[in-house]
């Protein structure tokens, strides 16, 4: 099984909202990471969790705000987002061991900032 | 700073005629080369992992090779269904910590 489960699938926030997208994965993997897609652009990191712990942060604006509560869950919280964050947000996993190391996607949330 | 270069950006075949997708990259100390296939609104979905060069990865029509300094994905008989955008990506061992720097993608698009 090599999935990875993100919640929702669409959401639509003002500006003035406070929202979080999910994501789980059950393949024992112990990094996982946060990328932000604009359309017709590739996927950039925005945050890297290795065993629970922020290992990297992209200098991403504070209106993001990751959590790892487990191994199995990343969670983004949003809070007064802008227009121009609308995108699509994804999920990935991998494994940490040398030889092991890609990562697997989720299918994304499709975020739009009204 | 780690960098990758696909080239082209878009390319269209008809079903049937083979080619090649070229992925140039500089890394320090490469950890993994990745190629994904993207389907538009969806995520990448995970292709290949190549970690050394000579190495040669296959799936149904497709096959991964990597070189020091480029990694080609070589489409046999493409099929409309293998309309999608491919990407490239490295991860280096220089203290990036696992952070998969993307190519900008080729946009594939196989004609009946």
């Known amino acids: 099984d090599t999935e990875v489960t993100q919640t929702p699938k669409h959401l639509v926030m003002g500006m003035t909202n406070k929202k979080s997208l999910k994501c789980e994965q059950h393949?024992?993997?112990?990094?996982m990471y946060w990328y932000k897609q604009k359309a017709k652009k590739p996927p950039e990191l925005m945050f890297v969790?290795?065993?629970?712990?922020?290992?990297i942060n992209e200098s991403v604006p504070s209106r993001f705000s990751p959590e790892c509560p487990n191994s199995s869950l990343l969670n983004l919280h949003l809070h007064a987002l802008q227009p121009e964050d609308s995108a699509l947000y994804l999920c990935?996993?991998?494994?940490?061991?040398?030889?092991?190391?890609?990562?697997?996607f989720g299918q994304g949330t499709r975020l739009t900032v009204v | 700073e780690d960098q990758v270069t696909q080239s082209p950006e878009a390319l269209r075949l008809q079903e049937g005629e083979s080619s090649s997708l070229n992925c140039s990259y500089t890394?320090?100390?490469?950890?993994?080369l990745f190629w994904y296939r993207q389907d538009p609104g969806k995520g990448p979905e995970f292709l290949f992992t190549?970690?050394?060069a000579g190495e040669e990865k296959e799936k149904e029509r497709l096959k991964a090779t990597l070189t020091k300094k480029e990694s080609f994905l070589h489409i046999t008989a493409p099929k409309p269904e293998d309309s999608a955008t491919y990407l490239c990506?490295?991860?280096?061992?220089?203290?990036?910590?696992?952070?998969?720097?993307f190519g900008k993608g080729t946009l594939l698009t196989v004609n009946p």
């Open positions: 990935a996993s991998s494994q940490m061991d040398r030889g092991r190391t890609e990562a697997f």
């Open positions: 393949m024992g993997h112990r990094a």
């Open positions: 969790y290795s065993y629970e712990k922020l290992s």
């Open positions: 890394v320090s100390g490469l950890r993994g």
């Open positions: 190549l970690y050394s």
């Open positions: 990506a490295v991860q280096g061992g220089g203290g990036s910590n696992y952070k998969l720097t």
